[in-house]
């Protein structure tokens, strides 16, 4: 089957190119899309150079039936719809369509019943603080009616791309050879990143919240179909290459205990309980860098509310968060016979 991947050369989209080849998906022939200032660069697939091409009509995609989207909305509100439309089923990895009401929006340890059994179609990839949230709660609804999640997340630098780990390496260095008067920060100007947390993910928005917070609170009602669900989200950057950590509220309608939910998530797909204080074992984000599971662990009674639970995650941006996830809605259109 002939794959494309739009974004090519951007971090989530390295790693999608990763991924096809580590799960072994059918792939004939790839075909790498990116911005004009990447055009000609070569990534490694499966042994052989693929040259990376610039991507300027839907009619270069003629004939491919499955395309992989991370360029950003704008990008993606351009060219999928007609991709789809010429017959390509396209999974996006941009906010441009999750939240439309027509248009899956799929965690596939989550709802994966939202997926179409026909092809061509439009698939949204969530938000990666979302996937990882959510991944680990779907199980535990099977133990109590949820009430409400706060979430407070701590997401590397690798969540805004390529640009802002170079900035974050950049400042590091300056700041350990005395060079801390000479930093210039851009990418999260006007604040350093280096040995600093920025409790700001994207704009902000009328009632102080910011864009990514309402992302979390919109796209877990979305995926639970639970649209009265109260959800508070808190989202700060922290100075972590890659592996977004999550501290994690919940309050049920009945109660439910930490033996019960260790047990549960012990048996849940896509999810790893690490939970031993004793013994330091804990999830931390270097644990779960190249990692496809989501780390569980400081399961807890919280005894300020009714039925409340506390829980840490752990889980890789990059791939469980973005291109893993792409690529297990992607395997499941295949099962389904969605893709042709």
Known sequence: MKVAIVGATGAVGR???????????????????????????????????????????????????????SAGAETSRELSPALVAQGTSVVDNSSAFRMVPEIPLVVPEVNPHH????????????????????????????????????????????????????????QVAQILNGEADNIVPRVYAPHQ?????????????????TKEEEKMVRESRKMLEMPDLSVSATCVRVPVMVGHSESVNLAFSAPVSPEA??????????????????????????????????????????????????LWLCGDNLRKGAATNAVQIAEILLEKGALR
């Open 261 to 310: 939910v260790r047990e549960t998530l012990s048996g849940a797909p896509g999810v790893l309980v690490w939970d031993d204080p004793a013994h330091d074992l804990y999830p931390v984000p270097r644990s779960v860098a190249g990692r496809d599971e989501v780390l569980v662990g400081r399961i807890r009674q919280d005894p300020s509310v009714p039925h409340g639970i506390n």
């Open 193 to 209: 990143i280096a040995f600093n947390c920025l409790p700001r993910i994207d704009a902000f928005l009328p009632d102080g919240s």
């Open 15 to 69: 790693e999608m190119v990763a991924v096809l080849e580590e799960r072994e998906f059918p792939v004939t022939e790839l075909l790498l899309f990116a911005s004009e200032r990447s055009e000609g660069e070569r990534i490694s697939f499966r042994g052989k150079s693929v040259s990376v091409r610039r991507l300027e009509k839907p009619s270069q995609l003629a004939g491919v039936p499955l395309a992989l989207f």
């Open 115 to 170: 997926l179409p059994d026909r092809g061509p179609c439009l698939i949204a990839n969530p938000n990666c603080a979302t996937i990882i949230l959510l991944v680990a709660v779907r199980p535990l609804l099977e133990l109590a009616p949820l009430e409400r999640i706060v979430v407070t997340t701590f997401q590397s630098v690798s969540g805004t791309g390529r640009e802002a780990m170079d900035e974050l390496a950049t």
